[in-house]
T-cell receptor, first 114, second 110 residues
Framework: DAGVIQSPRHEVTEMGQEVTLRCKPI?????LFWYRQTMMRGLELLIY????????DSGMPEDRFSAKMPNASFSTLKIQPSEPRDSAVYFC????????????FGSGTQLSVL | DAKTTQPNSMESNEEEPVHLPCNHS???????IHWYRQLPSQGPEYVIH???SNVNNRMASLAIAEDRKSSTLILHRATLRDAAVYYC???????????FGTGTRLKVLA
């Protein structure tokens, strides 16, 4: 089992540029989550999907952020245009369906917007 | 969503037990309580979960208060590899929303 795979591991971009973060969940998992981590706000849930359908996007900070899951093995989180305050570590996680099922996290993408 | 309160940081000596508290007074009756930890430069990893009764696994024990308004993660013998940020996160019933917050940073002293 390869685990949750995120790419890129690090991303440095300039303000105003489009940024796309990618995630491959564990095969067979029904749920996919995007989190953002900063020192000030800790680990925040941005959006989660069930069977490729967005269920709750109430944590998405603003319209500059969008997430898609075109199939069960791939998801993207896009920021357009990026701003310095978007600098953070972005984590993707997946889980099976079930009240007790646990989350499996990827290694994260460290995003720096200059 | 249930809110949680954890101390910002704690210290423990190596080989001694550690009790990490979490207050989740707004939890509902069917919310599972999950604990995760995050080692430096890694994503969080699952530690343990429970609903009403105390739970044990190879990593830790979870003690849940009778009124379920608080829980305590117990590491029986802390090692240097246990230095991490520990999060308690009630899972909102009927949803898959895990709310993590800022957690407790555990420092283990040699």
């Amino acid at each position: 089992d390869a685990g949750v795979i995120q790419s890129p591991r690090h991303e440095v971009t300039e303000m105003g540029q489009e940024v796309t973060l990618r995630c491959k969940p564990i095969s067979g998992h029904d749920y996919l989550f995007w989190y953002r981590q900063t020192m000030m706000r800790g680990l925040e849930l941005l959006i989660y999907f069930n069977n490729n359908v967005p269920i709750d996007d109430s944590g998405m900070p603003e319209d500059r952020f969008s997430a898609k899951m075109p199939n069960a093995s791939f998801s993207t989180l896009k920021i357009q245009p990026s701003e310095p305050r978007d600098s953070a570590v972005y984590f993707c996680a997946s889980s099976r369906q079930g009240l007790w099922e646990k989350l499996f996290f990827g290694s994260g993408t460290q995003l720096s917007v200059l | 969503d249930a809110k949680t309160t954890q101390p910002n940081s704690m210290e423990s000596n190596e080989e001694e037990p550690v009790h990490l508290p979490c207050n989740h007074s707004t939890i509902s009756g069917t919310d599972y309580i999950h604990w995760y930890r995050q080692l430096p430069s890694q994503g969080p990893e699952y530690v343990i979960h429970g609903l009403t009764s105390n739970v044990n696994n190879r990593m830790a024990s979870l003690a849940i208060a009778e009124d379920r308004k608080s829980s305590t993660l117990i590491l029986h013998r802390a090692t240097l590899r246990d230095a991490a940020v520990y999060y308690c996160t009630p899972r909102a019933s009927g949803t898959y929303k895990y709310i993590f917050g800022t957690g407790t940073r555990l420092k283990v002293l040699a």
